[in-house]
C-alpha cells in the first residue's frame, strides 16, 4: 500500500516563501510522476506541478516564475518550492503519485497567505 506524508504547510504574509514536501512510502514503481494539486474553497482541484522520475517538469501558468518542483528519487520525495506567495495562492495543497493508471493522494496540506 503506497501512502503519501505532506509537511510544509503554513500561515505566510504576501511576497512570502513555504517549502513543501511529500514522501511516499509503500510499493512504488521507479517510474513515475510526482507532483501537487491545490483546491481553494469553492473551487475545483488543479494541477499547480508535476515531475517525471527523469524530471522533466510541467506547471501551471498561474504558478510559473514563482513556484519550482523538484524530487528525490532515492527518498520517494517530491519537493514545492513557493516564492513570491500571493493571497490568491491560499489553497489546500494535494500531494499526488501516478503510477501507470493509479493515482494515490496524500491527506492535503493548508496554504493561507494572508497580511
Known amino acids: 500500500q503506497v501512502q503519501l506524508v505532506e509537511s510544509g504547510g503554513g500561515l505566510v504574509q504576501p511576497g512570502g516563501s513555504l517549502t513543501l514536501s511529500c514522501a511516499a512510502s509503500?510499493?512504488?514503481?521507479?517510474?513515475?510522476?510526482m507532483g501537487w494539486y491545490r483546491q481553494a474553497p469553492g473551487k475545483q482541484r488543479e494541477l499547480v506541478a508535476r515531475?517525471?522520475?527523469?524530471?522533466?517538469?510541467n506547471y501551471a501558468d498561474s504558478v510559473k516564475g514563482r513556484f519550482t518542483i523538484s524530487r528525490d528519487n532515492a527518498k520517494n520525495t517530491v519537493y514545492l518550492q513557493m516564492n513570491s506567495l500571493k493571497p490568491e495562492d491560499t489553497a489546500v495543497y494535494y500531494c499526488?503519485?501516478?503510477?501507470?493508471?493509479?493515482?494515490?493522494w496524500g491527506q492535503g496540506t493548508q496554504v493561507t497567505v494572508s497580511s
Open positions: 499526488n503519485l501516478a503510477v501507470v493508471r493509479i493515482d494515490y
Open positions: 515531475i517525471t522520475s527523469g524530471g522533466l517538469t
Open positions: 509503500g510499493s512504488i514503481l521507479s517510474i513515475n510522476t
